[in-house]
C-alpha cells in the first residue's frame, strides 16, 4: 500500500504537469516510484537492531547517502517544471 500511494502521488503531478505544461514527461512518476522504493528498502532495513535511530559514523553515512540520492533524483521532479517555465520568470510575490 505504502508504494502505491506515492505511484499515485507520482500520477497526480505528472496530471498537473500535463494540464499546466501540455507535455507528459512521466518524470515524476519515476521520481515518485524510486522515491516509494527507496521508503521500502529503509522500513526492510530498520528491522530489529537497527530499529534504534542510528548514531555517530552511521548517522553521518545515512545523512550522506540520503543527500545524494536525493540530489540525483531530484533532478526528475523539478526538470519538468523548469524546462516547461511553469513558473513566469516575472512572477510578483
Known amino acids: 500500500r505504502g508504494l502505491l500511494s506515492f505511484i499515485i502521488s507520482g500520477i497526480f503531478h505528472e496530471l498537473i504537469i500535463m494540464s499546466a505544461c501540455r507535455h507528459i514527461t512521466l518524470?515524476?512518476?519515476?521520481?515518485?516510484?524510486?522515491q516509494g522504493v527507496a521508503v521500502m528498502i529503509e522500513v526492510q532495513l530498520r528491522q530489529g537492531k537497527l530499529k534504534q535511530?542510528?548514531?555517530?559514523?552511521?548517522?553521518?553515512?545515512c545523512v550522506a547517502l540520503q543527500l545524494?540520492?536525493?540530489?540525483?533524483?531530484?533532478?526528475?521532479?523539478?526538470g519538468p517544471?523548469?524546462?516547461?517555465?511553469?513558473?513566469p520568470e516575472n512572477l510578483v510575490v
Do not use: D
Not at 535511530?53 to 553515512?61: A, C, L, Y
Open 53 to 61: 535511530e542510528p548514531t555517530g559514523i552511521v548517522r553521518i553515512s
Open 81 to 87: 517544471f523548469l524546462r516547461y517555465r511553469f513558473f
Open 27 to 34: 518524470e515524476n512518476l519515476i521520481f515518485f516510484s524510486l
Open 68 to 78: 545524494v540520492f536525493m540530489s540525483i533524483t531530484g533532478r526528475l521532479f523539478t
